[in-house]
């Protein structure tokens, strides 16, 4: 017993690395900072990788999208072996794709599952362990705290998505996709994933339950899932409106080729079928361009609107996937009545969208802004001295 | 720890904790109101009080965690919402909860915290070692702290307190859960910590064990300080002796001989007690009654001298 505080070379005040910030640079002080977050992810990740849940949730996801796969892989099969048997015609596109889209909205629905149970008892779980505080009182900042817990959370979730990743591969190999599509969509994937445990961490940090912040953060998930179709569907029946068209014209001609006008500038792409002629009427119209960024808070449209897809506007004829019919669907909405109406203005318009008008950027940056808000609640109740408690706590 | 450093804060650079005027509320309830605190370095200062007297509420306070409502803290001179890295440093804090990271060891928990503290990497593992071993550990260092006992688990988060040698401590219920061996050791861990110059704030129920560590106690009650003294002046205002006798019967009249106010004891064995105020007078009482040829079997202090406080302040208040 005794003697040995005396007996240690003192880490004290003077002595101390951490000492008042800015005098040795703002690059230290970055160094700092990261190393501080860094030493939170190691404490966590140690946490995460004893305990035994976390593998069988990994071991369940993993077969659970192993099953998913092979089914879909057999229908898809069955499918074709139909189809062979009516129509001598035998389509080889829409195996892969088919395969991967399947997979790929397995995935992301378990995602959206998994990402909440791995975030949402980061904070307040310490916190209802007394834990939390002993984070407080070393020289950890909240952002540290925050920031590592974000971290870790998130890293514990990209292991299951490496997980799936053989099974988004497997899709590919299927034929009629490349990397690229595998690549974008798990960058995206990492990015919701990234975006729901941000959500996650933030409502734990702000709530006083663990039981209660993992199902909010289940609801706010929903609320982005079902949520945003459901607010997008009433606030389309909301937003009515007119457009200026008049008459669509049955045309003989298949497609006309594209003629410079009297004042010498192309004319708009012509759809096959029809001509807009007479007086501009106004014609009631759901004016979905202003509730479509509500649609874009969906992960679905961000995910499928981003992977992109071949550009069809010259064929009449394709067969859409399901992601291109999601991301198809999200782009009209954007562009409004104005640019899918028969005849707005006018003017023909295209029937197809190009991608010159993503959707995905509006929806995930809306989505970080929201992450963003919860993360800064959560910094801002990690704050000490604590001025006010989350309703119920007690801090150690 | 430099005296320099503190003597030029404003306040006179006193080093140690001390609160001034403290208040802190939860939504209605008053959990402490005005507390005046002061723990000199050097010195172990007892925080004394029943349940929800608000002793955790000012700790937490004298902690940096919980800001006060009004009132100033300063540890060693430093200001908590100015200078939290600096005033974080010098503090190390057990906690009523123990709040123990499960599944690491107890080396793992004590390298993430002088981690967390920033510590120098080339003597953290050194430096691990010290504590474990001071904390009697050593043999269980690379066990998860899920299996050691709660008494274990209190030593090694008093470990964990004093991972960056910090000049205040401030420990809540460090001995509760603890078996009587580890009392005494952190009785006397806690005596050769103040030696060094630190200021040591324990709060306990456990008033007996005060007894023997404090240097000076400061009895908080429903969120005020209800009195602050040393154990001299404790020991001074007097005490209740017992005494048992083989003949109970002639140990009563020799005290009523004597002219002394003594009561009765009911308990297991019978007793009498009385107050006495200073030691001479328990000692020359004693030699009264052995050469009074009374068979004197146990002639002791019915209660610590802090304990003796407590209860007069408890009957106070009724």
Request: glycine fraction near 10%; hydrophobic fraction near 45%; aromatic fraction near 6%.
């Amino acid at each position: 017993m005794s003697n040995v505080t005396e007996a240690v070379p003192s880490p004290g005040p003077q002595g101390s690395p951490a000492g008042p910030r800015g005098t040795t640079g703002g690059w230290n002080a970055v160094v700092g900072y990261l190393r501080g977050i860094r030493d939170v992810v190691v404490l966590e990740m140690k946490q995460r990788l004893r305990s035994r849940g976390w593998y069988i949730m990994l071991g369940i996801w993993f077969v659970v999208i192993a099953v998913v796969t092979w089914l879909t892989w057999l229908a898809w099969n069955a499918t074709m072996e139909a189809r062979r048997s009516v129509t001598a015609m035998s389509p080889q596109d829409g195996a892969g794709s088919m395969i991967f889209e399947v997979v790929l909205a397995f995935v992301l629905l378990f995602a959206l599952l998994v990402a909440p149970a791995l975030s949402a008892h980061a904070i307040d779980g310490d916190r209802a362990g007394g834990t939390l505080a002993i984070l407080q009182i070393t020289l950890l900042t909240p952002g540290q705290i925050l920031w590592g817990k974000f971290c870790a959370g998130w890293l514990a979730a990209l292991a299951f998505l490496a997980t799936s990743a053989p099974f988004l591969v497997f899709g590919m190999f299927q034929g009629g996709l490349t990397v690229g599509h595998v690549v974008v969509s798990l960058v995206m994937l990492a990015v919701e994933l990234a975006v729901v445990c941000g959500i996650g961490v933030g409502i734990s940090a702000l709530a006083g339950r663990p039981l209660f912040s993992i199902v909010v953060t289940y609801l706010a998930v929903a609320a982005l899932v079902v949520g945003s179709l459901i607010s997008f569907g009433l606030g389309s029946q909301l937003a009515q409106g007119t457009v200026l068209a008049n008459t669509p014209q049955a045309r003989s001609v298949l497609y006309a080729p594209a003629q410079p006008n009297q004042q010498g500038q192309p004319t708009e792409p012509v759809q096959p079928g029809y001509t807009c002629g007479g007086p501009l009427v106004e014609h009631p119209a759901l004016r979905t361009e202003r509730v479509a960024w509500m649609l874009a808070l969906n992960p679905y449209v961000v995910v499928a609107d981003a992977i992109p897809y071949p550009d069809r506007s010259g064929s009449a004829f394709y067969s859409a996937g399901m992601i291109e019919s999601i991301s198809q669907g999200a782009r009209s909405a954007l562009a409004g009545p104005d640019h899918t109406y028969l005849c707005a203005n006018g003017v023909p318009q295209p029937q197809y969208l190009k991608q010159t008008t993503p959707l995905w950027p509006l929806g995930l940056g809306l989505q970080l802004v929201l992450t963003g808000l919860l993360m800064w609640l959560g910094w801002r109740s990690l704050r000490t001295p604590a001025g006010r408690l989350p309703r119920g706590t007690r801090i150690a | 720890m430099s005296i320099a450093e503190s003597s030029n804060v404003p306040g006179g650079g006193a080093l140690g904790v001390s609160a001034e005027g403290v208040s802190r509320r939860f939504g209605t309830v008053h959990a402490v109101e005005h507390i005046d605190f002061h723990a000199p370095a050097g010195k172990v200062t007892a925080l004394i009080g029943p349940n929800g007297a608000g002793k955790t509420t000012l700790l937490l306070m004298l902690a940096s965690l919980l800001r006060p409502d009004s009132g100033t803290i300063r540890i060693d001179g430093l200001d908590p919402l100015r200078d939290s890295a600096a005033v974080r440093l010098r503090i190390g804090w057990m906690p009523d909860t123990l709040g123990v990271w499960e599944s690491l060891t107890a080396r793992e928990i004590l390298v993430q915290m002088a981690h967390f503290y920033r510590l120098p990497q080339a003597g953290i593992g050194q430096r691990v070692d010290e504590l474990l071993e001071l904390v009697r550990l050593d043999a269980l260092a690379d066990q998860p702290a899920r299996v050691l006992s709660r008494g274990q688990q209190q030593r090694l988060s008093l470990a964990r307190a004093l991972i960056h040698d910090p000049s205040v401590l401030l420990l809540d219920e460090p001995a509760s859960g603890l078996d009587p061996g580890s009392r005494v050791e952190l009785r006397n861990l806690l005596r050769s910590l103040a030696g060094a110059g630190k200021a040591v704030v324990v709060s306990s129920h456990v008033l007996s064990e005060l007894d023997e560590i404090a240097d000076g106690a400061v009895f908080v009650n429903q969120g005020r300080t209800v009195k602050q003294q040393t154990l001299e002046e404790a020991a001074r205002q007097g005490r209740r002796y017992a005494i048992t006798a083989l003949d109970n019967q002639a140990l009563a009249v020799k005290l009523g001989e004597l002219g002394l106010e003594y009561r009765v004891e009911a308990g297991l064995r019978p007793s009498v007690t009385l107050l006495l105020t200073h030691d001479d007078g328990a000692a020359a009482l004693l030699r009264e009654l052995v050469t009074a040829g009374i068979g004197v079997v146990s002639f002791a202090p019915a209660a610590g001298a802090l304990e003796e406080t407590y209860m007069n302040l408890e009957t106070e208040r009724r």
